[in-house]
């Protein structure tokens, strides 16, 4: 007989992703990082790189109010948005389009995690893991303010930049 899955077993497994998916971004922020070519962009990836380390301790934190032990499941997903940046790295090394290519990569990344919280919040509260909905919040709130602040480098930078010749 098969074993019905739950809300239960389907939060636990969107958290392994989502822990699994601030892993690799961590990886990939210093790269984002040493590619930029504006000391705008380098500082932002590094300090989102620093937001994303307390992010990885809250979500340990949320394993540990589960009682769970804390270890990440492959996330496809993240996989793909992170290989697309290094192909934008790649392709537009030294190019004037570069920022403005990371920080379209960038914003893929912070649209994934900004679905991801969003849903484990609201599966949080069904579930009742009233101690776990305020890590997920202020995780959510910190992907947010950076999707808003990569929108302002390429409004105000990065874009226009891109436009012009080598």
């Given amino acids: 007989m098969a074993i019905t899955k739950t809300l239960d077993d389907l939060f636990l497994d969107t958290l392994k992703d989502i822990y699994f998916a601030e892993k690799q971004i961590l990886k990939a922020l210093p790269k984002m ?10 500082a932002g990836f590094l300090q989102h790189r620093d937001e994303t380390q307390g992010q ?13 032990s804390t270890r990440g499941k492959t996330c496809e997903a993240i996989q793909g948005i ?41 599966w949080a509260n069904q579930l009742g893991l009233k101690d776990a909905v305020p890590l997920l919040q202020a995780n959510l709130k910190e ?11 390429a409004e105000t930078a990065a874009n226009a930049k891109g436009t012009k010749a080598a």
């Fill in 143 to 153: 992907e947010e303010a950076t999707d808003k602040k990569l929108t302002q480098l």
């Fill in 56 to 68: 990885i301790e809250r979500l340990e934190q949320v394993f540990e109010i589960l009682g769970k």
């Fill in 82 to 122: 992170i290989a697309e940046g290094e192909e934008i790295m790649e392709e537009f090394k030294g190019s004037p389009a570069l920022d403005a290519g990371l920080i379209s990569s960038a914003q893929a990344v912070e649209h994934y995690e900004i679905a991801r919280y969003g849903t484990l919040i609201a």
């Fill in 33 to 42: 990082a040493r590619a930029s070519q504006s000391e705008e962009g380098k």
